[in-house]
Every structure is written in C-alpha cells, then in structure tokens.
C-alpha cells in the first residue's frame, strides 16, 4: 500500500495521536501482568519464609472447629490442618496450597488462659496467606508467558478474520477472565489457568496493537507512535508496583481489571486499520478511514526475567535499600528511557538504537555478574567498596533497554512485516518472543542454583553480545520511509537509500 497525500491535505495527525494512545492504554494492560510479578512473588516468598522456618509454630487458618482439652488436640474445618499442643506437632493433611485463611498464628497467640480461641490477626507485613513452593511458584509467576505464546499463535487467524481493532477488542476478554481469577481463585490450578489467561491477552494484543499503530500512521511519526507501547507498559509496571505495596496480590489483582476496561471503551471508538478494511475489498471503508486518519485520501534475552525477580535480585546483592522502593525505581528510570525513546527515535534510527541498548544490556550484565563473584571471593571488601555496582548497572540496563531495544522492537513489528503475512507473521514473532519470556522467568530459580548469581548474569550477558552482533549486522534501518518502500527493502539485496524517505 503506497503512502502519500495530496497536496492541499496534511494527515490529521490528531486522529492517529488518539488511536496510538488507545492502543498504549492496552499495553499498560501488558505492563500490569508483567509487574504483578514483583509485588505477588515478594508476598508468596515472605508466606513461604514464615511457614518453613517455623514449621511446629505457625499455621494457617481464621476458624477453630474443634479442641479437645482431654488431649491437647486442634481441628481446623476443610483444610486438613492438625496442631497438637501436647507434643507440639504441626502437620497438614493435604497440600499446603490449598492453606488460604486468612490468618498465621503462634499457639501463645491463639488461646486466653481459658482456651478460648482468640482471633487477632498476626500475620507478618508483605507475608501472603497462599503458601507455595518454589515449583509452584515458578510455574504461577512464568505460566503467563506460555499464554502468550498462544495468544501470539491464535492473533494471526483472529486479526485476519476481526480486523486489528476487532483483536483489540476480543482480547480483552481473556484479560478480564484472568485477573478475576487470579483474584478470587482458591487453589493453585484456578490461579495458574488466570495467570495463563492473561498471557492469552498478552499474546493477542500486543500483536493486533502494533500491527494497528504500523499501519494507521504516517511514516514522519511512525517511529514516535511506535514508541508509546513500550513507554506505557512500562507505566503498567509501575502503576502494579506502586499499588502492590500497599495491598495484597489477590485484591491487585481484581484493581488490574481497569486498565483492561478502560482501553476496550476506548478501542471502541477508533476506526479500523485502513489496510485491513482494502485487503478484505471493503473499499468504501476504507477510504473512510484513510480520511480519517491521513485527512485525505491516499493511494494505496530479558527485561520479563529482571522484572520479575528485582525485588529478590536487590535483596541477593545486600542493598540497604527497600526492596518495593528499589523496584519502583527502576521502573521510573525505565519510563524516562522511554519518554527519550519518543523523542530519538526518528533521530537516532531504529538500528543505532537497536545496536548500542544490545551493548549496553551486555555490559550491564557482564557487570551484575562481576558483583556477584567478588561476594564470592571476598564478601566483606564487596559490599564495602562495591556496593554502588548493582544499583547502578541495574539502572544503566532499564535506561538502555527503555531507550533502544525496548522500543524499537515493536516499532519494527509494525514495520518490517509485509503487508499480505503481517497477521500471521506478527503472532509468530509474538509466540516467539513470549516463548522466550517464559523459558527466562521459569528457569530463574533453576538458573540461579545451578550458576549461582554471577554464572546467570555472565549466560545473559553472552546472549545481549549476540543480540548486538545480529543487529549491526541483520537489522536494516526503516527510519523515514514509507510502507511500501519497507517492503521494497527486504525484496532486494542492494540497501534503499534513505535519503528517498521523505516526511508527509
């Protein structure tokens, strides 16, 4: 589809400003799944931490059903829970996650000199009343990932059959299904599945949303609305971050429903893609549209792993900082990286970016994992002299990832993908990319124990060095030019000149 304007017109850039930011409300949508990471593990980690180190002490439940004082026995009602005062034993007859009461006590606390049981909650701040085990916990905080790898697959056919802004809509059904579940389920089965719910969402709209905002907008502001997506799911990071430090995960997760509604009001209101609607046939609607969004009528290896995992990567590194604050932080640094990233992105060009943020998540890398080798040969002088390391390599990492490979990527999904496979294209690249996310989150722990800190982030660090060679060397510019001449460029193997690009 050839892009240009009469003469007497300018694109009504207003109308393509509405419909990026509608599409980046969806991507906080993104950001709040990907966030609700850090605050739920932080919690389900602390739940863990009290019940392991005090197994004969602590149990958990709101509701004593039964106590024999003959002897010295407790009941508790569905939940398999059995305490014996006189040999002091604490056992549970069923699995430990199915322990959702709403209460940790300690046998002092519980009962009065009467034996009468006494309710005061004592359970610890940041602690969760679900209680998991790592598995289970890798698998809750990395299903959502494979989600997204379905999601991604399905898009192609759904965008094909819906329209880009019809994907935008359906998937918002999946999102709501999965915070709702996420929120009011009681076992690990129903919390896994709303987690994976929610990936769906992931998978589904970011392909529609950036294949949406490649096509409605004109090729001087292309790279500036392309930017958005990344920009608000970061802000999605740190709306869930800021708000999970003040409430538990399970009602996080029920606030996490609005961002989802609000972008399906909105979503509602944009006109459907113009290349859509002429790939169909639909020739009046799409003249339509091109009138409404050109104002004429024309021719035609890493953040989720970080993100994730900050709260416990701070705590491992020893920082006197809070683990919530530290987090929040970097996500705040995240969103000016791509506030800048708006503004640099049709200066700077796509690869620039592309190549030097690769380097720079390399370093950053390579420098988290010198850190974590010096506590290993001198603990002490480490954390005297060294203790700026983390902090500052995990900032340098958010800025270069917020300002170039964040970005870009999904400025070039909306770019580079020909027009004739772009559904289908776009949900592989989608699958691709999410199967990747959940290998990183999952293997986290794993990874961890048997590389220790250092070996994890120098094996990232290899891979961010791969992702550099290939973007100097693959990677083709796409700044200022047109659609059309995006296609020509992979078509053939002399490079278009760049110069040809000229703004509408």
Known sequence: MAEGSSPASKPAYLTQYFAALSVSVSSIAVGAVLGFNSPA????????????????????????????????????????????FTSGNFSYRGNTTNLLGSKIMTDTDMFDGRKTFKGEPLLEAGASPMVMTSEELSWFMSVFALGALVGGLLSGLLINAMGR??????????????????????????????????????????????????????????????????LSLALGILLVMLVGAFTTWQNLALICTSPTLVYAVLIFFCRESPAYLLMKGREAEARAALQHFRGACIVNVGIEVLTSNLSSIF???????????????????????????????????RKCLLVSSSAVLA?????????FYMLTVDEQWTRKFLFWLPLTALMTYVIAFGIGLGAVIWILMGEMLPPLVRETAAGLTVAGMWAASFITVHSYEFLQSELRGYGFHWLYCGICVLGTVFSATVVKETKGITLEEITKLFMKKEPLDETRGSPE
């Not at 990936?199 to 790279?223: K, P, T």
């Not at 920082?319 to 200066?347: H, N, P, R």
Request: charged fraction near 15%.
């Open 165 to 230: 802004r019809g994907a935008l809509l359906v998937s918002a059904v999946p999102s709501l299904l999965g915070w709702l579940m996420t929120g009011l389920g009681t076992n690990l089965p129903t919390l896994v599945l709303g987690r994976a719910l929610s990936g769906v969402y992931i998978g589904l709209s970011s392909a529609a949303g950036n294949a949406y905002v490649g096509e409605i907008a004109s090729s001087n502001i292309r790279g500036i609305l392309g930017s958005f997506y990344e």
């Open 41 to 84: 593990s932080f919690q389900l980690r602390a739940a863990h931490d009290v019940i392991t180190a005090n197994p004969t002490k602590v149990f958990v439940h709101d509701r004593v059903t039964h106590y024999n004082d003959s002897n010295g026995h407790l009941s508790y009602e569905n939940d398999g829970v059995h305490y014996n």
């Open 363 to 371: 370093a950053s890398h390579c420098s988290l994992g010198l850190f």
């Open 315 to 349: 705590k491992n590194s020893g920082s006197e900082m809070s683990e919530d604050l530290s987090s929040i932080l970097c996500i705040v640094v995240e969103i000016l990286a791509g506030i800048a990233a708006v503004f640099l992105v049709e200066k700077a060009g």
